[in-house]
């Protein structure tokens, strides 16, 4: 989930941070980087879904159900703008 953290959503967003006065190009390349977001919240959904599924006690269960939770959330925050 910190990989959600570290990358950006669209590339040249630091240039409006550093000079708001500069307009940001468009993302050409912005596709890749959602398809790649995507897929890394399917892999953690899929790897907590089996944590779940071969977890032993209760606590375990909600744990994984709150990563996945927490992982979905700050997808969502991040792409859904």
């Given at each position: 989930?910190?990989?959600?953290?570290?990358?950006?959503v669209r590339r040249?967003?630091?240039?409006?941070?550093?000079?708001?006065?500069?307009?940001?190009?468009?993302?050409?390349?912005s596709?890749?980087?959602?398809?790649?977001?995507?897929?890394?919240?399917a892999?953690?959904?899929?790897?907590?879904?089996?944590?779940?599924?071969?977890?032993?006690?209760?606590?375990?269960?909600?744990?994984?159900?709150?990563v996945?939770?927490v992982?979905i959330?700050?997808?969502?925050?991040?792409?859904?703008?």
């Amino acid at each position: 989930m910190l990989v959600f953290l570290a990358l950006p959503v669209r590339r040249y967003d630091w240039m409006q941070q550093m000079d708001p006065s500069v307009t940001a190009p468009p993302d050409a390349g912005s596709d890749n980087g959602a398809m790649f977001a995507l897929l890394l919240l399917a892999a953690i959904v899929i790897s907590q879904a089996a944590l779940i599924a071969t977890a032993k006690s209760r606590r375990e269960r909600i744990l994984g159900i709150v990563v996945v939770v927490v992982a979905i959330a700050l997808w969502a925050s991040r792409h859904w703008r």
